[in-house]
């Protein structure tokens, strides 16, 4: 599966699956037909997670084809991408810990001889378990899988395998071209039973078989129960959501970062724009080895992205602090606007780069978009309570209803 990292194609592939996101999304989405024929959804994943195009785009696209009623399903797997990362805004500590958890772990199986051939079997993709060795691999090779299968695979890494959902969680961050700090940590924790506390997903045999139209039965070898994970409480919620923070300046340099590529028509129209840079935070990801799938998928977007603004703009991927200093008094421009960062890879790159940014006195303007602000404020606990007010989210969006 070629991944071409730009808008249009973005679109283009909207534009394809636009006839099958109505009733046909809601039929055969949970069928799992293989690489290369991942035909029942969209694959819009690594575009929006990278915001070359917008979760806004897509709903209207699908909005102005379907009814919400045929397309009730698909809207809602978009919307549970907002919910995710909303939620993530409000508990940016759950991040933060999967880090240091992930830390701790990979320090553990070092020095547990059958956890770690455990660990090294499952990332080599020698289980004995050959539809879950099978995804390893299409996981590595293509950067993608199914959502069923990414909900079988956690399963089976934690409830069968019995290895740490984080080092789970790690690997797909490693190797997803889409890896999404909130969406991949959040879906592993429902997995686990971490996330609606007390319910977790267990991945059976049957089910395998059906929704893979019988290409792998693992009747046998999965574990056939699975007792929630359990940790001690800590769901405080510790965090204001974020606003739009303007600050008033003659120039501007543009600072386009991994989690929103998209430029056109979302900055106000009388900021006097001077420069545009990229930030790559994709090393962030992980402390072990990012997949160059990802690197590159990330690296395209960005330059794409910068393209409209010249030939010669800048993309940073270390020292973030003293490159953009660097930049900025090059250019002399005392402000940096960008698109806000939710809790990930590039809000750490940003912080690191805070302090030396802030003692040269260096500010960040950043944008959030409509889309999140009116979304997060229901995102702070399931996801039902997102659900019901989508009808009333898209009518504030002014977003048409075919
Ligand atoms: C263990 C696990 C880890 C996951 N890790 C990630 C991740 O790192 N990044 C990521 O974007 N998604 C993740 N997902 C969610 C989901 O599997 C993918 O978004 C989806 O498979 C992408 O394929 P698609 O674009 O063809 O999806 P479609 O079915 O066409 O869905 C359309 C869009 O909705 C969003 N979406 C769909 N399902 C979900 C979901 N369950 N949660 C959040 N957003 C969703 C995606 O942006 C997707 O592009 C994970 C799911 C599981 C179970």
């Known amino acids: 599966m070629a991944m071409v990292a730009t808008r249009e194609e973005g679109l283009n592939r909207l534009d394809i699956f636009l006839n099958i996101s109505g009733s046909n999304y809601t039929q055969f989405r949970n069928y799992d037909y ?3 024929n991942h035909k029942s959804v969209s694959l819009l994943s690594p575009y929006l997670r990278h915001r070359l195009i917008t979760e806004r785009e897509v709903v209207s696209s699908v909005l102005a084809k379907h009814s919400l009623r045929d397309s009730e399903k698909y809207i809602q797997e978009v919307f549970w991408r907002s919910y995710f990362k909303g939620w993530m805004e409000h508990r940016p500590y759950v991040w933060e810990k999967y880090k240091s958890e992930l830390n701790n772990q990979l320090g553990l199986i070092s020095k547990n001889k059958f956890l770690n051939i455990a660990y090294e079997q499952a990332l080599a993709g020698q289980t004995g378990i050959k539809c879950f060795d099978f995804w390893v691999n299409e996981l590595k090779e293509t950067g993608y899988l199914h959502n069923h299968a990414r909900m079988w695979f ?3 890494w934690i409830f069968t395998l019995k290895l740490p959902w984080e080092l789970g969680a790690d690997f797909f961050l490693c190797n ?8 991949n940590t959040l879906s592993w924790r429902w997995v686990a039973g971490l996330h609606t506390k007390g319910k977790s997903y267990l991945a059976r045999a049957d089910n395998i078989e059906r929704f893979t139209c019988g290409r792998f039965n693992p009747k046998g070898q999965l574990e056939d129960s699975a007792d929630p994970l359990s940790e001690p409480e800590y769901d405080i919620i510790d965090n204001v959501l974020p606003a739009s923070d303007l600050h008033q300046a003659d120039k501007y340099l543009l600072l386009v970062h991994e989690d929103d590529c998209q430029t056109e028509q979302c900055f106000p129209e009388n900021l006097n724009i001077t420069g545009a840079v990229g930030l790559q935070s994709t090393a962030l990801r992980s402390v072990n080895t990012i997949n160059k799938n990802i690197s590159e998928f990330a690296r395209g977007a960005l330059e794409s992205s910068l393209m409209k603004f010249g030939p010669d703009n800048k993309i940073i991927e ?7 200093l660097s930049i900025c008094k090059k250019q002399g421009v005392r402000n940096i606007l960008m698109h806000y960062a939710p809790t990930g890879p590039t809000a750490d790159a940003i912080k690191k780069a805070m302090p030396l940014l802030l003692e040269n006195q260096i500010e960040i303007s950043y944008i959030l978009r409509e889309w999140d602000k009116e979304i997060w404020p229901f995102a702070n606990k399931g996801f039902f309570k997102v659900k019901k007010k989508i009808p009333k989210i898209l009518e504030s969006l002014n977003i048409r209803l075919s």
């Open 176 to 183: 997803l071209i889409d890896g999404d700090a909130a969406s």
């Open 34 to 36: 293989g690489p290369n």
């Open 318 to 324: 270390k020292d973030w602090a003293s490159e953009l």
């Open 154 to 156: 956690a399963s089976i």
